[in-house]
Nanobody, 122 residues
Framework: QVQLVESGGGLVQAGGSLRLSCAAS????????VGWFRQAPGKEREFVAA????????TYKDSVKGRFSISRDNAKNTVYLQMNSLKPEDTAVYYC???????????????WGQGTQVTVSS
């Protein structure tokens, strides 16, 4: 069992930055790929970014490329999502999820956090 806790959300003006953290309860987290997802009111949950177990591979939703950056510190069992140049359309609850596997070749997200709210004002 892997428990995930997101933090770092909040209210920010358009153009601002936030850094989200996803902290895990177990060191096995370091062997798993991790993804960030978001869900805006009335919309489906969508993929935002993912990182392999080593941090060597990353992937992003097109609309956040160049603005968001995913990284990890396996010594701290934590994955980060640095969000810059935020836009009102980035407003959502952001979730992290732990993949069953370490790479991004096959994604089966087994464990999810409770989410953290990000609100971007115009």
């Amino acid at each position: 069992q892997v428990q995930l806790v997101e933090s770092g959300g909040g209210l920010v003006q358009a153009g601002g930055s936030l850094r989200l953290s996803c902290a895990a309860s177990t060191r096995t987290f370091s062997s798993r790929a991790v993804g960030w997802f978001r869900q805006a009111p009335g919309k489906e949950r969508e993929f935002v970014a993912a990182i392999s177990w080593s941090g060597g591979s990353t992937t992003y939703k097109d609309s956040v490329k160049g603005r968001f950056s995913i990284s990890r510190d396996n010594a701290k069992n934590t994955v980060y999502l640095q969000m810059n140049s935020l836009k009102p359309e980035d407003t959502a609850v952001y979730y992290c999820a732990a993949n069953r596997w370490g790479t991004l070749d096959v994604v089966t997200y087994e464990y999810w956090g409770q989410g953290t709210q990000v609100t971007v004002s115009s």
